[in-house]
């Protein structure tokens, strides 16, 4: 039962976000790529920026395996050279290198919290021992965005699939949250609901979700921003250029694609607010 609760956490870690469509390899060499990636975040191109924080992440989280490059060797070059390109391209390379730290550290909290889960008992009692240490990390506002994301994404990857997690209530967290009073937890809720992470006898509907997930693109975090932005992509099965906001953009440089998102959903709201995500 140890490994069992620790699968999640790795496969979740994996997938904090909805997988979008694979990157090829990139030139061979670190200094290539870093300059390919350098070359993005100057873009005066929305589209070419949003995919170029994409292929980062796709290096530092594992969503593409088929890169040659050491990904720590990847960072310390962006970061090295970004201050030669200007304020604005250092501020978004050491946004979007957070990220992956950010996710590293969120990982190696909710590891220690698993390790002390009291395994004893049948699996159904250590299932439902496990779940209230992740839940207090998801309800506490004293823990990184990132630390509360994973632990919402472990509670969803175990309850849909694990039937044991779903008898000790693993599949309940989630679903409430989106009623929360605090405006984090909705819109980790949120999150998860958008990209299928609910079990599908919860699944809630785009009227409570979207206005969370347009919320969240001017959340306070780039990491709660970015979640948010791909989380709206998937339920809305738009492209990004035609609604593109850049998380690693200043607020007012995001202003319009935040408007533009919002002139989308009060366009549709009425007719789509009680449709049911489905995955």
């Not at 980062?56 to 030669?84: Q, W």
């Not at 607020?251 to 009680?274: F, L």
């Amino acid at each position: 039962m140890a490994r069992a609760l620790h699968r999640p956490l790795y496969g979740a870690l994996v997938a904090l976000v909805w997988l979008g469509s694979s990157v090829g390899a990139q030139p061979v060499g670190v200094s290539a790529a870093v300059e390919h990636l350098l070359e993005g975040f100057s873009s005066p191109d929305c589209v070419r920026r949003w995919q170029t924080i994409e292929e980062y992440t796709d290096r530092m989280i594992g969503r593409v395996l088929n890169y040659k490059e050491p990904a720590t060797e990847v960072t310390a070059g962006l970061r090295d050279l970004a201050p030669s390109k200007g304020p604005s391209v250092e501020q978004k390379v050491q946004m979007v290198s957070g990220y992956a730290d950010e996710a590293s550290k969120a990982f190696s909290r909710l590891a220690k919290v698993s390790e002390s889960v009291d395994r004893s008992g049948s699996p159904l009692e250590v299932w439902r021992k496990g779940l209230p240490p992740l839940t207090r990390v998801l309800d506490d506002p004293s823990e990184s965005f990132m630390t509360r994301r994973l632990a919402a994404a472990v509670i969803a990857e175990s309850s849909r699939k694990s039937s044991i997690a779903r008898n000790a209530g693993w599949g309940e967290p989630l679903p409430r949250r989106l009623t929360s009073k605090d405006p984090t937890a909705r819109l980790l809720a949120g999150i998860i609901a958008a990209t299928g992470g609910f079990v599908p006898n919860q699944a809630s509907t785009k009227g409570r979700v979207i206005p969370e997930l347009l919320r969240g693109l001017d959340a306070d975090s780039f990491a709660a921003r970015y979640e948010s932005t791909r989380a709206l992509l998937a339920v809305s099965q738009q492209p990004i250029d035609r609604f593109c906001v850049d998380p690693s953009d200043s607020a007012p440089d995001r202003v319009a694609g935040v408007r533009a998102w919002q002139t989308w959903w009060e366009q549709i709201k009425a007719r789509s607010a009680e449709e049911t995500l489905e995955h």
